[in-house]
């Protein structure tokens, strides 16, 4: 063929340049960098003293009016917004666009990029301190089978749990963060303004890796810059209380790297019959190569030049960080090994080094 392509995900990504590059023999001595944690302490969440507020109005108001907070979450996960398939994703920009403005952000508008559009949102309280909102509005395309309601009739259905919202959505993550706007709804109408100021930033794209968040981003950086932090609101409770504590998210970079024949060699103009690969080149194997030198052959170290090379040991704070997260996460390693299907980790790792590893 006269070419073919592959997409790389994560680490490949920074390997672009280097790719068709094959690995330096040597390489097979390469190690991934490991660490041990040296500190026995534990950050402990029942140490921190526990928020002194009550707030007791704000949660009347929540009970007064909760048919319209559970309506508002229907509104939004009924509004259909796939990125991948561009459906409903402009009605839901302005949907989000519209709901700040009913809240009295005095600033709320829709961001045009080249893709899908963003929104942006400020919220004047005259307080000392601002905080930046991440949102996204879109979500994954619905698969045909499966639902046991319509995935945007926004139904409220009986389950062992209770009655539960059910929807594209629901969880992810446009009910969590309309459910954030009804909690300062009734902030707002009971105490009449904010704590804090508040910039909000919404995109249409996460669901499809972010192409042109950026493009939003940049718009407002200096002003975001001024924030004191970013609260990204998403179901974060269990049911029987505990709230899992996360140290970060990992992205996801990507890119198409492209093989085709030419000088070099290989068929430049049509594809050819597979007898004469005994005498030509084949673009596609070429890419194969090219993939595999990214990799020791088990796939599980990076051979890409200093890729490793920023990676750092654990502060002591992370390290306390780290144990204070291991109990729940060996108590749940048996169980997410076998929901993933997967019999061990790397180098059979135990529960620990898979944390610190994954950290």
């Known amino acids: ?9 994560a680490t490949l990504a920074l390997a672009l340049g280097t790719a068709c590059v094959p690995a330096d023999p040597s ?6 960098p490991r660490f041990e ?8 969440a029942r140490q921190v003293a526990p928020y002194a507020g009550t707030h007791a109005d704000a949660y009347a108001h929540i009970d007064a009016n909760i048919g319209r ?11 259909p917004s796939v990125s991948a ?3 409903g994703v402009q009605q839901m920009a302005e949907l989000v666009r519209d709901d700040l403005r009913k809240l009295g952000f005095k600033e709320a508008e829709l961001v045009p990029t080249t893709g899908h559009p963003g929104v942006w949102g400020y919220y004047d309280a005259g307080a000392e301190k601002t905080l930046a909102v991440y949102m996204m509005y879109d979500v994954q395309p619905v698969e045909p089978t499966g639902w046991s309601v319509g995935a945007f009739d926004g139904a409220l259905v009986d389950r062992p749990l209770g009655k539960v919202l059910m929807a594209r959505g629901a969880t992810n993550q446009k009910a969590p963060e309309r459910a954030f706007l009804n909690a300062l709804e009734s902030i707002i109408a009971t105490q009449r303004r904010l704590p804090v100021n508040l910039m909000v930033v919404a995109e249409g794209e996460e669901e499809l890796g972010s192409p042109h968040f950026g493009e939003v981003i940049e718009k407002y950086a200096d002003r975001l ?4 932090g970013v609260f990204f609101p998403f179901n974060s ?3 029987g209380g505990d709230v899992n504590m996360f140290l970060g998210v990992k992205g996801i970079l990507a890119f198409e790297l492209e093989s085709r024949g030419g000088p070099q060699g290989g068929p430049s103009k049509a594809e050819i019959h597979g007898s004469y690969k005994v005498i030509t080149d084949a ?5 194969v190569q090219a993939i595999a030198s990214l990799t020791t052959a088990d796939g599980n170290t990076i051979l890409v030049p200093r890729y490793y090379d920023a990676i750092r040991p654990p502060s002591d704070e992370e390290q306390r960080l780290t144990n204070g997260m291991l109990p729940q996460w060996t108590a749940q390693d048996a169980a997410t090994r076998e929901a993933f299907g997967v019999a061990k980790w790397i180098d059979g790792m135990s529960a620990k080094e898979a944390l610190v590893e994954y950290l």
């Open 1 to 9: 063929m006269t070419r073919l392509r592959s997409l790389a995900a």
């Open 27 to 32: 390489a097979d001595t390469a190690r991934r």
């Open 37 to 44: 944690i040296t500190t026995p302490e534990t950050f402990d």
């Open 69 to 79: 907070h559970v309506g508002n979450l229907q509104r939004w996960v009924r509004q």
């Open 85 to 87: 398939q561009n459906l």
């Open 225 to 228: 810059k001024t924030a004191a």
């Open 237 to 239: 409770q269990e049911p």
């Open 283 to 287: 673009p596609a194997l070429r890419l």
